[in-house]
């Protein structure tokens, strides 16, 4: 088994085009159903470094609507991964023809809380790029260190991430689905 390699990288202006094309690829997999589908993660905060995957949150009226529109997502190149460790979630993930990750699909319901937080978090970067310069800092740090080593990588960024979800919880407390 190949071990996944963590790499952070400057921000690439093509990772806004290349979230659209999933978008779109995904609106037209949903239609008619109305779903709200954001762009979140490191990819969608100009300037921040990131690991070179897009992250995709999937907001559905219902779970259901999402596994019955499995198979359409699973031949649109994604292997779906169940909940994946989050109640709740239906996960999805994208890889090119090397293997590589590129693209994380999150699915929810509308009214599920994770909504906010990752919204809330990835807008709380956008507007306070002086606190999204210290989490690329640690990224930058944590990926240099744990350079085949994922699971080090996640807990050694994790208390400046928990550290800017309460303050992004705080600046912005009204979760946009209710």
Not at 124 to 143: D, T
Request: charged share 35%.
């Amino acid at each position: 088994m190949t071990r996944r390699r963590v790499e952070v990288v400057p921000y690439q202006s093509e990772w806004k085009n290349l979230f659209e094309k999933e978008r779109q690829l995904l609106a037209n997999i949903f239609k008619p159903l109305v779903v709200d589908i954001h762009h979140i993660g490191s990819t969608s905060v100009r300037g921040l470094s990131a690991k070179p995957i897009i992250d995709i949150l999937l907001a559905a009226d219902k779970l259901a609507e999402v596994e019955e529109a499995t198979p359409q997502i699973e031949a649109a190149g994604y292997e779906a991964k169940g909940e994946n460790g989050i109640p709740g979630r239906r996960y999805f993930q994208k890889s090119d023809e090397d293997g590589v990750r590129k693209v994380h699909l999150h699915a929810y319901e509308k009214d599920n809380p994770e909504l906010h937080r990752h919204l809330v978090f990835r807008d709380y970067l956008r507007e306070h790029p002086n606190e999204a310069n210290r989490y690329a800092e640690v990224k930058e740090k944590a990926a240099k260190k744990f350079e085949y080593d994922i699971e080090s990588y996640i807990a050694e960024k994790s208390p400046i991430v928990k550290e800017l979800e309460q303050k992004a919880l705080q600046w912005n407390p009204s979760p946009p689905y209710n």
